[in-house]
């Protein structure tokens, strides 16, 4: 794998490519990194290639100080300057958590730039809006989302040397069958270590505005889809759902619906995978999308 930076955008974008061929671009979700992929990029590389950036905000990227420089026009314009810099006209996304959001965000915005698009466990923006403003699961399920957003967030997530953040994520994907060897976990907490970056990731959630309603009025959701026609919502691409069944952050609930808004879905299921599938079960994940990549 070899790594590199980009200077776009306003910021410097560290990202590793692997592998020849079509490409592949992968966005990770909160708290990640590049190294997510790792697994994926591996298999998939010797077929395709493969780019996983570290997103603004976190881990070697540039993390602005302005909960604004978060806001997701600034979040799919990295992308779309990130695959200018490398030349690459159109392309296809796989994306999970976070990372899908501006995923989902990006092809609406650039349909034209994607080839066939993956999300893993989210929903189309305007469903999972749909889905904090009026699901009293998926709003209870969200409930985090009020801490991220708050001053004391970095605090919860970096005290007693990332214990939270520890547990949440890496022990929770161990119990569940991912095999993260302790250099993989040495790295995963170097990522959040780096100055400034755990606040990076937080201010996507601030700059999003997103949560369920909360107690000074404010109906839910996120602005996502702020400035966007709906006739624009609609994804006339190959979309693969990948959905771990057993994900307590993200409901299947928020699925119903979805064919409105992406008429060409695929959706794998993998009912003992979590919300961390690509770590429990890289194998699965990487046929799921080569199989994908296939499809006529």
């Given amino acids: 794998m070899e790594h590199h930076y ?17 490409p592949i671009l992968f966005i990770h979700g909160f708290p990640e ?4 992929w790792k697994k994926l990029m591996l298999e998939l590389g010797k077929d395709y ?17 302005e909960v604004e420089a978060y806001h997701v ?3 799919v314009e990295d992308l779309r300057a990130l695959l200018e810099h490398l030349k690459i006209s159109r392309s296809n ?6 990372g899908a959001l501006v995923g989902w965000s990006f092809v609406i915005r650039h349909p034209e730039m994607v080839s066939r698009f993956t999300t ?7 469903l999972f809006d749909r889905e904090l403003r009026e699901n009293p699961r998926q709003q209870l399920a969200a409930q985090y989302m009020h801490v991220f957003r708050s001053p004391q967030a970095e605090t919860q997530i970096s005290g007693d040397d990332f214990a939270w953040a520890r547990q949440a994520v890496l022990n929770d994907a161990r119990a569940h069958g991912a095999a993260l060897s302790e250099d993989d976990m040495a ?35 996120s602005n996502l889809l702020d400035g966007i026609k709906p006739e624009q919502y609609v994804v006339d691409k190959p979309v ?57």
């Fill in 120 to 126: 893993i466990n989210i929903t189309h923006p305007a």
């Fill in 33 to 36: 990194y590049w190294g997510a």
């Fill in 187 to 221: 790295e995963w907490v170097a990522s959040w270590k780096q100055p400034g970056g755990v606040t990076g990731g937080l201010n996507y959630y601030r700059a999003a505005k997103m949560g369920p309603p909360d107690s000074q009025g404010n109906p839910g959701g």
């Fill in 73 to 75: 026009k600034h979040l």
């Fill in 240 to 296: 693969l759902f990948i959905h771990g069944e057993q994900d307590t952050y993200l409901l299947k609930d928020g699925q119903q619906g979805i064919e409105k808004y992406a008429p060409r879905i695929t959706f794998q299921r993998l009912p003992d995978a979590t919300h961390w599938v690509v770590l429990e079960k890289p194998r699965e994940v990487s046929q799921f999308i080569r199989d994908f990549m296939r499809a006529t």
């Fill in 93 to 98: 996304i796989v994306s999970q958590d976070w």
């Fill in 6 to 22: 980009a200077d776009i955008n306003g910021i410097r974008m560290h990202y590793v490519t692997h592998g020849a061929g079509e």
């Fill in 49 to 65: 290639f493969v780019i996983a950036p570290d997103m603004r905000g976190y881990n070697l990227t540039s993390k602005p100080k």
